[in-house]
T-cell receptor, first 112, second 114 residues
């Protein structure tokens, strides 16, 4: 069984630009979660998508947004990038909210 | 509110030493508890879990017991190996079993020396 896959592995942007990160869940998983792992700040919950709908959102500004496609893959979009957005962005998926989350290897976003 | 507190790292041990990484939590209701491990350059992997009080999660020689009376979920291993070097995260799911929002501790770096 293929795991959660994320692309790109690394992304370098400058302040003010927009970034798009992609995630493909494990086959059969319908829920996708996004987390931000910033240096020194641990893992912070960003967004949860299930069956194409945004179900829950963490304490992040509206310039962090995303969507889930009919095949359950997901995009995370970050607009008006700021230096503090530099972090590892992790995607996770589950078959249902009562099962443990399985994580991808992440996208390293660097803002110059 | 819900929170997880882990012991600060790094924890440096010699091979075959005994490991304890402390984790305590604050939560309403009946959370589920997890330990995740992150090897260098990789994402998080679920190491073990416990869904109710007195449950013991175990995997790859690691164990943790859900202690409601002390609100703790300490990770232990009897004999660590160099390959166990990684960052370990304690996490809770604040709803009864539903993991739609995991709350993580800050992580504890474990370095095992040969």
């Amino acid at each position: 069984e293929a795991g959660v896959t994320q692309s790109p592995t690394h992304l370098i942007k400058t302040r003010g630009q927009q970034a798009t990160l992609r995630c493909s869940p494990i086959s059969g998983h319908t829920s996708v979660y996004w987390y931000q792992q910033a240096l020194g700040l641990g893992l912070q919950f960003l967004l949860w998508y299930d069956e194409g709908e945004e179900r829950n959102r963490g304490n992040f500004p509206p310039r962090f947004s995303g969507r889930q496609f009919p095949n359950y893959s997901s995009e995370l979009n970050v607009n008006a990038l700021e230096l503090e957005d530099s972090a590892l962005y992790l995607c996770a998926s589950t078959r249902d909210p009562y099962q443990p989350q399985h994580f991808g290897d992440g996208t390293r976003l660097s803002i110059l | 509110g819900n929170s997880v507190t882990q012991m600060e790292g790094p924890v440096t041990l010699s091979e075959e030493a005994f490991l304890t990484i402390n984790c305590t939590y604050t939560a309403t209701g009946y959370p589920s508890l997890f330990w995740y491990v992150q090897y260098p350059g990789e994402g998080l992997q679920l190491l073990l879990k416990a869904t109710k009080a007195d449950d013991k999660g175990s995997n790859k020689g690691f164990e943790a017991t859900y202690r409601k009376e002390t609100t703790s979920f300490h990770l232990e291993k009897g004999s660590v190996q160099v390959s166990d070097s990684a960052v370990y995260f304690c996490a809770l799911s604040p709803e009864g079993g539903a993991t739609n929002k995991l709350i993580f501790g800050t992580g504890t770096l474990l370095a095992v020396q040969p």
